[in-house]
């Protein structure tokens, strides 16, 4: 299953990075190291975003095909972070507004204004967004989705269960965005062809995965890749990774 033949396709916008990302943040439990960028660090990546002619897209302008090509306008991205923690609006998206980009943000709904307690066992879980600042950010521009109510890997419980993670969730999105939520993010990056199909029937009609590449408008729209950035990588690594994925 693939997304209609759209004029976006035709016009060089048919093919689209996708950046997860997590924590933005310079300290944290050990054991979740890789999954913590330092504000330094991603300061450093976004200006290089910047620097390489990249600009933020919507996720449902791309997919629907209405966006156009315009001269010199750059190299389309979408910059999204999984869980919804509160870093996200205390230092990464101060530093995604200075260098003019958006993002998406996929939350944890039952946990909102809590803490990521499915972490707990690795150490002292991050505090998430409350419904306050998730509304504050919608109105500056940031894209929200689902990542379930409570992180569930959803091919890894019962379809019932997944089907009342993936409906709660996006209903309770609804009612505190007022507006409509077509995406969700896939916890632990485990998703099935059973999953993706319910979720269809749920009102999704766009998933992303933790699959590396880059997603094109012939892919599955509820099993669109994304490259995941580490805690690890330096710059330079951070640059190779993308451009690698952007060559294939």
Same mark, same amino acid.
């Given at each position: 299953?693939?997304?209609?033949?759209?004029?976006?396709?035709?016009?060089?916008?048919?093919?689209?990075?996708?950046?997860?990302?997590?924590?933005?943040?310079?300290?944290?439990?050990?054991?979740?190291?890789?999954?913590?960028?330092?504000? %330094?660090?991603?300061?450093? #990546?976004?200006?290089?975003?910047?620097?390489?002619?990249?600009?933020?897209?919507?996720?449902?302008?791309?997919?629907?095909?209405?966006?156009?090509?315009?001269?010199?306008?750059?190299?389309?991205?979408?910059?999204?972070?999984? $869980?919804?923690?509160?870093?996200? !609006?205390?230092?990464?998206?101060?530093?995604? #507004?200075?260098?003019?980009?958006?993002?998406?943000?996929?939350?944890?709904?039952?946990?909102?204004?809590?803490?990521?307690?499915?972490?707990?066992?690795?150490?002292?879980?991050?505090?998430?967004?409350?419904?306050? %600042? !998730?509304?504050?950010?919608?109105?500056?521009?940031?894209?929200?989705?689902?990542?379930?109510?409570?992180?569930?890997?959803?091919?890894?419980?019962?379809?019932? $269960?997944? !089907? %009342?993670?993936?409906?709660?969730?996006?209903?309770?999105?609804?009612? %505190?965005?007022?507006?409509?939520?077509?995406?969700?993010?896939?916890?632990?990056?485990?998703? $099935?062809?059973?999953?993706?199909?319910?979720?269809?029937?749920?009102?999704?009609?766009?998933?992303?995965?933790?699959?590396?590449?880059?997603?094109?408008?012939?892919? $599955?729209?509820?099993?669109?890749?994304?490259? #995941?950035?580490?805690?690890?990588?330096?710059?330079?690594?951070?640059?190779?990774?993308?451009?690698?994925?952007?060559?294939?």
């Amino acid at each position: 299953m693939g997304f209609p033949e759209a004029k976006s396709s035709r016009e060089g916008l048919g093919r689209l990075p996708i950046l997860a990302y997590h924590r933005i943040a310079d300290s944290g439990p050990v054991k979740l190291k890789e999954y913590r960028v330092s504000v %330094q660090a991603f300061e450093a #990546q976004v200006s290089y975003l910047r620097q390489e002619g990249y600009y933020s897209v919507d996720l449902f302008d791309w997919s629907s095909g209405t966006l156009t090509a315009k001269p010199g306008s750059g190299r389309p991205i979408l910059i999204t972070f999984d $869980d919804g923690y509160r870093d996200f !609006i205390d230092f990464a998206w101060p530093v995604l #507004q200075r260098h003019g980009f958006s993002a998406m943000v996929f939350v944890v709904t039952d946990k909102v204004g809590s803490v990521a307690d499915w972490d707990s066992h690795l150490g002292d879980p991050a505090p998430l967004l409350d419904w306050a %600042q !998730i509304r504050q950010l919608r109105g500056e521009g940031v894209r929200f989705g689902s990542h379930t109510a409570t992180h569930q890997p959803l091919s890894h419980i019962p379809i019932e $269960d997944a !089907i %009342q993670e993936a409906r709660w969730s996006r209903t309770l999105l609804q009612q %505190q965005l007022g507006e409509e939520v077509r995406s969700i993010a896939y916890p632990w990056g485990v998703s $099935d062809e059973t999953v993706r199909r319910e979720l269809i029937t749920c009102g999704y009609k766009l998933g992303l995965t933790v699959d590396s590449g880059i997603a094109t408008l012939n892919d $599955d729209p509820m099993a669109l890749p994304r490259t #995941q950035i580490m805690g690890s990588e330096s710059l330079g690594a951070f640059a190779k990774s993308l451009e690698s994925v952007v060559a294939t």
